[in-house]
Nanobody, 121 residues
Framework: QVQLVESGGGLVQAGGSLGLSCAAS????????MGWYRQAPGKQRELVAA??????VYGDSVKGRFTVSRDNAKNTVYLEMSRLKPEDTGVYYC????????????????WGKGTLVTVSS
């Protein structure tokens, strides 16, 4: 099993920046993919960004504004968010998987509990 714990959510003004981090513990040796998804009120969950060794993917709405990174030594994935918009508001979930593939556009196997990001206008 893998446990994922997010930190760094909060309230930020539009145009500002915020960073999230997610530490993985447990059976982390085989984790190939880590990433972030979000769910806004009344909307479906969507991919924010996912990363594996040598590759990353971003949701269309965050390209050029958000950056995902990973520290394998610390089993931690980060999300740096800039030029935030009110529509970026939502619960941000950290996720991880032992496989990297097209499915990461939709979901991964392991999930954190989520952290709320609120962007005020």
């Amino acid at each position: 099993q893998v446990q994922l714990v997010e930190s760094g959510g909060g309230l930020v003004q539009a145009g500002g920046s915020l960073g999230l981090s997610c530490a993985a513990s447990g059976s982390v040796l085989n984790l190939k993919a880590m990433g972030w998804y979000r769910q806004a009120p009344g909307k479906q969950r969507e991919l924010v960004a996912a990363i594996t060794s040598g590759n990353s993917v971003y949701g269309d709405s965050v390209k050029g504004r958000f950056t995902v990174s990973r520290d394998n030594a610390k089993n931690t994935v980060y999300l740096e968010m800039s030029r935030l918009k009110p529509e970026d508001t939502g619960v941000y979930y950290c996720a991880a998987d032992t496989i990297w593939g097209p499915h990461v556009e939709e979901a991964m196997h392991y999930w954190g509990k989520g952290t709320l990001v609120t962007v005020s206008s």
